[in-house]
């Protein structure tokens, strides 16, 4: 081989493992311009142009060559979006009351999204079916090439085995298979790619990581409830942390009221029963109705109601409870950032102040500087966590995922 052909082949070799990199930061908002992209990846110009090109060619990104946008160098940039005509991947989720399906772009954009109330079943396989079904009638209607699926269960899901282990607000036996279930009605669907399953809370986490308020943070705690129940996820320079068998972070089981109430889990007085959606109704007098979510009747009353004294108490005992829990959890990990979601975003804004004071009072690294506590800002972010489960491999290797 002659020594032109080698450098072609070369610079083929770089400009290909460049894709994903290139896909990433177009993906996350982090490149809004070709001279960004340059930049980012320590590429000539020439090479990322020939990279956006390749992206534009896959059907994934566009490049906007009008001259409006201004370069590092004061020159005028190409500028760089994802493709809103591009491929999508269906998003799934069960949760206490229900499920959702949605299509979701890159750059986490939900297309088109369907919701559906159920009571949901002992079994599995009849669920995530109703889901799938769902999602399968969105990608009809829309017309747009799907590249995957990924679906957010309210239960840790074990590695390598992709079993929920405690399922414990849906009435699912303990390590049922739902990685294969889902997977295999992905594919009776006719829907084409891989499918992924993953903890609802640790794909809100990835996404908000990804799209939302934790973006840029290098050690990112994510504290949430669901409809039921809480959780929590780690996200460290970017990647999900699970433990050893994707079962880390379960915060739902902290105790924070040693004389508190009953849980599911066998221990008592734990975030997951103390400082849930029901346990708020509950300690506000609250009947909880069957009409909507507990997540959603909660999440009124503290938007609408929060005057009323028995309102405000239970609000108070709720944040006082969910400060413990996170003064814990700061002092063991030392994250440079919170975020909450589900009922305990609600709590946040509806008094920030008591929240951070009680964090700070209670926790040795809290205290000393102070850990910014934010909400969560993304609509759906399990939903939007699962896509991107299902993007990974498009991410990871676009020519290889697509081509
Ligand atoms: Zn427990």
């Known amino acids: 081989m002659n020594g032109k052909a080698t450098t072609t082949k070369a610079r083929l070799e770089r400009g290909r493992s460049a894709l994903g990199p290139a896909l990433e930061l177009v993906h996350t908002g982090r490149a809004h311009t070709r001279a960004v ?41 190409h500028r760089l979006s994802v493709d809103d005509t591009g491929p999508v991947v ?27 109330c159920v009571t949901v079943s002992a079994d599995p396989a009849q669920v995530l079916g109703e889901v799938v079904d769902a999602g399968a009638a969105l990608l009809r209607e829309s017309g747009r090439r799907c590249v995957g699926a990924g679906l957010a269960v309210p239960s840790a899901v074990a590695e390598p085995d992709g079993t929920a282990l ?20 992905v594919r009776a669907a006719g829907i084409q790619g891989p499918a992924f399953t993953g903890n609802d809370v640790n794909l809100a986490a990835l996404a908000e990581h990804r799209h939302g308020a ?7 705690l994510c504290v949430a409830t669901g409809h039921r129940g809480v959780g929590g996820a780690l996200v460290l320079d970017g990647r999900l942390h699970t433990g050893s068998s994707g079962l880390a972070l379960e915060v739902g089981h902290l105790t924070v009221n040693p004389q508190g109430r009953p849980c599911h889990c066998g221990s008592r007085g734990c975030l997951d029963v103390e400082a849930d959606p029901l346990a708020f109704l509950t300690a506000a007098g609250r009947d909880p109705g069957p009409e909507v979510s507990l997540l959603q009747q909660s999440r009124q ?51 920030p102040e008591r929240l951070r004071a009680v ?17 969560c800002t993304l609509e759906h972010n399990s939903l939007v966590g699962a896509a991107e489960l299902a993007w990974q491999p498009v991410l990871d290797d676009p020519l290889g995922a697509l081509g």
């Open 37 to 77: 992209l340059t930049a980012e990846l320590g590429v000539t110009r020439a090479t990322a142009g020939a990279v956006a090109a390749e992206l534009e060619a896959l059907g994934l990104i566009r490049v906007d060559s009008r001259p409006a946008a201004v370069g590092s160098q004061g020159r005028p940039s």
């Open 90 to 116: 269906l998003a799934a989720q069960v949760h206490a009351d229900g499920f959702r399906a949605a299509l979701v772009g890159l750059g986490g954009r939900t297309v088109a999204t369907a919701p559906g």
């Open 166 to 185: 405690n399922p414990l607000h849906l009435a699912w036996p303990a390590g049922a298979p739902v990685r294969d279930i889902f997977a295999g009605q």
């Open 214 to 220: 934790g973006r840029g943070a290098q050690h990112l």
């Open 301 to 351: 009353l503290l938007r609408t109601e929060y005057d009323d004294p028995a309102v405000r108490n239970a609000g108070e005992e709720l944040i006082d409870r969910l400060g413990l829990g996170l003064a814990g959890l700061v002092n063991i990990l030392n994250p440079d950032r919170i975020i909450l979601g589900g009922l305990h975003r609600e709590l946040l804004d509806a008094d």
């Open 359 to 375: 964090v700070a009072d209670r926790s040795l690294w809290g205290r000393s500087g102070g850990v910014p506590i934010l909400p």
